[in-house]
């Protein structure tokens, strides 16, 4: 019988309501989940491990490292087969991405979580982690990169975002839709993703922010970005990669401050590209130097911004891990 190891890092599946507070907060350990996935002794041997016990919105990318280093230490062990990670769904999304571009190796790697509490009617947890098991010893997930497995559905980490606040299909791939699915036990593949990407590197740089653009905004949160000694900056501009003109003045003096700049759409589906002309449209932004992020969405793109600045401070490393092969690169 295969073994897993299950790693716990709080958030809604390890929360029940505190009725001083009236409210739900941290509450369940690890054990104390794994003890409502009733008959999973039948398909695998489990060791859990409490890493955090937190509200997704206080885990950090600094916290998101340590947690990768601690994943690949499990996954260099012979014995164990593959690697569930619980966590809070608000920033399930990052986490799994910043996992998936870090980690390389052929071992299913599967982070899940909750979207109602165990203190609410048709708390979703043991159902969510009981397929994430099923997932992890299924032979057919290795080699897939990390997976989000929530609802019987497995996306990869990669394409998937958190798309509703409430309910249990909270998270979906926008425009491709998921990889597969758990059904009576059984994990079965639709297709394959083959836009995966890896970035090797244990050290990340924080100092990344991200802008959303919106109509007549200007350089003010640009200027203040350069005045906090930002690296790296990710805008989510509109459409097909487009800004108000007067952000303009601003991107060209983070640029001229070496400080590098990545472009992607604020909208749910499609990618950028450098479409039009007229100021702020995404040709001027290109020739200014602006780097294109694809159809990542902004905090996924500025997970990756900050794992490549990681690496290399050199603009043209890091325009080439996210544009090779998208952008004529």
Known sequence: MKKVA????????????????????????????IAMVTGIEKYA???SYNFSNVPSPFVTPDDMMKLSKYVKDLLNRDDISGVIVTHGTDSLEETAYLLDLTIKNNKPV????????????????????????????????CGKGVLVCLNGELNSASEVTKANSMSLSAFRSP?????????NNQVIFYRDNLTRHHID?????????LIKCVSGIDSRFIDFCIDQGDEGIVIEGMGRGNVPPKMIDGIKRALNKGI???????????RVLDTYGYTGGGKQLRNM?????????????????????????????????????????
Not at 308 to 319: A, M, Q
């Open 260 to 270: 590098v700049v990545v472009l992607v759409s604020r909208c749910f589906e499609g």
């Open 110 to 141: 599967i982070v899940t979580g909750a979207m109602r509490s165990s203190s609410e009617l048709g708390y979703d947890g043991p159902a969510n982690l009981s397929a994430a098991i099923c997932t992890a010893i299924s032979t057919e997930a």
């Open 175 to 183: 425009g491709f839709g998921p990889l597969g699915i758990v059904d």
């Open 45 to 47: 041997n489990i060791e």
């Open 6 to 33: 299950i790693v716990f890092n709080g958030g809604t599946i390890s929360m029940k309501v505190d009725p001083r507070v009236q409210a739900a907060v941290p509450s369940l350990s690890g054990e104390e989940i």
């Open 201 to 209: 590197t244990e050290i990340i740089e924080t100092k990344v922010s």
């Open 289 to 329: 130097g602006v780097i294109f992020g694809d159809n990542l969405p902004g905090q996924k793109a500025r997970i990756k911004l900050m794992l490549s600045l990681g690496i290399t401070s050199d603009v043209k490393e890091i325009k080439e891990i996210f544009e090779k092969g998208l952008y004529n690169i």
